[in-house]
C-alpha cells in the first residue's frame, strides 16, 4: 500500500478507480464494527491469490486517500475479504488506475465513523 500511494503522489494521481489482481504471501485487511466505530485488523501469512482489488483515491484533508477492498483466495479455495491495510506481493501485483474528472473529496462524519463523499466540496 505504500508503494502504491507514493505512486499516486508523485504521479499527482488524486481521483479515480483502481482495480488490480495478482499474489501476495501476507497481507493485513481491516473490517469495521459499526457498533463500535472502530476497525478491527487482521494479518494473515500465507500465499494467497488476489482475485480482485477494487477501490477509489480521493481526496481528504487536501491529500490524496487510497482506499481498496480485496477479495484472497486461498490454498484451500476459501476466500478472505475486507479493507486492504497492507500487502506483500509475492508472485505479481497487476494494478490498473482510472482517472475521474470530476473532484472526489471525503470527509469523515463523525456520526457513523467512517469517511464518506463530500459532493458540496
Keep these: 500500500m505504500k508503494?502504491?500511494?507514493?505512486?499516486?503522489?508523485?504521479k499527482?494521481?488524486?481521483?479515480?478507480?483502481?482495480?488490480?489482481?495478482?499474489a501476495v504471501d501476507e497481507a493485513t485487511l481491516r473490517f469495521f464494527v459499526p457498533s463500535t466505530k472502530k476497525y478491527v485488523d487482521k494479518t494473515f501469512k500465507e500465499q494467497m491469490e488476489v482475485t480482485n482489488?477494487?477501490?477509489n483515491v480521493s481526496v481528504i484533508?487536501?491529500?490524496p486517500l487510497l482506499h481498496l477492498h480485496i477479495t484472497l483466495g486461498r490454498e484451500d479455495y476459501t476466500a478472505l475479504a475486507g479493507h486492504l491495510l497492507d500487502a506483500r506481493i509475492r508472485g505479481a501485483g497487476e494494478f490498473i488506475f482510472y482517472p475521474l474528472t470530476t473532484r472526489v473529496v471525503k470527509i469523515k462524519d463523525e456520526e457513523i465513523g467512517i469517511n464518506l463523499y463530500n459532493f458540496e466540496e
Design 3 to 10: 508503494r502504491l500511494q507514493i505512486l499516486l503522489e508523485a
Design 61 to 63: 484533508g487536501g491529500e
Design 12 to 22: 499527482a494521481f488524486n481521483r479515480g478507480e483502481v482495480t488490480g489482481i495478482g
Design 53 to 55: 482489488i477494487s477501490g
